[in-house]
């Protein structure tokens, strides 16, 4: 009976210390909460840290790029694709000229049926008469225009062979002069031909109509052509000082 005490004495005694015990391991666990939390926030604080700088960085350099293409020409871009592509024609000549191949031939290798055939409709759809330049580019267009119209007879043709002989085939010996009789619907299509030339030119040659209603500010036909090619090129420069001398305000 007398030992009772002692052992609740122990017993209260191991309570009170198991409840220190655990008491501190929630401490513990507590506080490495919060350095895990603590340690958690600093790392996305680098994080982010280091992507402001990353992006500030970008930034600035997107920014320095700009600044060049804006100091660049309107047409740089156009300038720096066909620079490159001389670069590129030089090498592959220099290339084929070591080769001892021939570089327009070794060109026309790499072009695809596509490409070739997309060219010639590109062709086609320009116009092929630039203006008037000279006698001599005037004169080839008209040929080849003529050329064009060209529908070959080849009953015509094997019967005239038939009746010149050997001298179809002219040499330097071969004397033609006069003896070649055209057709009546070859000298009907050169009339023709000749008509539409003439109704064409006409057409280059009309004058122009006067407006009536427009202002007289020149003397004579000369005056008259002067005064539009002043008013082509500084019309719109004059224009407010012909409107203060119509209305009586002009300083």
């Avoid at 050329?147 to 038939?162: A, C, F, L, N, V």
């Avoid at 003896?179 to 006409?202: F, L, N, Y």
């Avoid at 004058?207 to 090619?229: L, S």
Wanted: some cysteine.
């Amino acid at each position: 009976m007398t030992s009772l005490p002692f052992a609740s004495d122990t017993s209260v005694k191991m309570a009170s210390g198991m409840e220190v015990a655990v008491a501190d391991t929630n401490e513990e666990s507590s506080e490495s909460t919060a350095a895990q939390k603590r340690e958690d926030r600093l790392r996305k604080f680098r994080e982010l840290h280091f992507k402001r700088n990353e992006a500030r960085k970008l930034n600035h350099q997107e920014v320095v790029e700009e600044d060049k293409r804006l100091k660049l020409p309107p047409n740089w871009e156009a300038k720096k694709a066909r620079l490159e592509w001389e670069l590129n024609e030089n090498e592959k000549k220099k290339e084929c000229a070591a080769r001892g191949e021939d570089f327009e031939r070794a060109k026309l290798l790499e072009i695809s049926a596509d490409e070739a055939e997309r060219w010639e409709r590109k062709k086609k759809k320009k116009n092929p008469d630039p203006g008037f330049s000279g006698y001599a580019e005037a004169q080839l267009r008209q040929y080849q225009r003529l050329t064009k119209q060209i529908k070959p007879d080849m009953e015509s043709y094997e019967k005239q062979r038939e009746e010149c002989g050997d001298d179809f085939f002219p040499t330097s010996n071969s004397l033609l002069h006069g003896t070649h009789v055209p057709t009546k619907e070859g000298m009907d299509r050169m009339v023709a031909d000749v008509e539409k030339q003439i109704a064409k030119r006409s057409k280059y040659s009309r004058r122009r109509a006067y407006n009536d209603d427009a202002d007289i500010d020149y003397i004579n036909e000369r005056n008259a052509k002067f005064n539009k090619k002043a008013e082509r090129f500084y019309g719109k420069y004059t224009a407010e000082i012909k409107q203060n001398l119509e209305r009586g305000t002009a300083v």
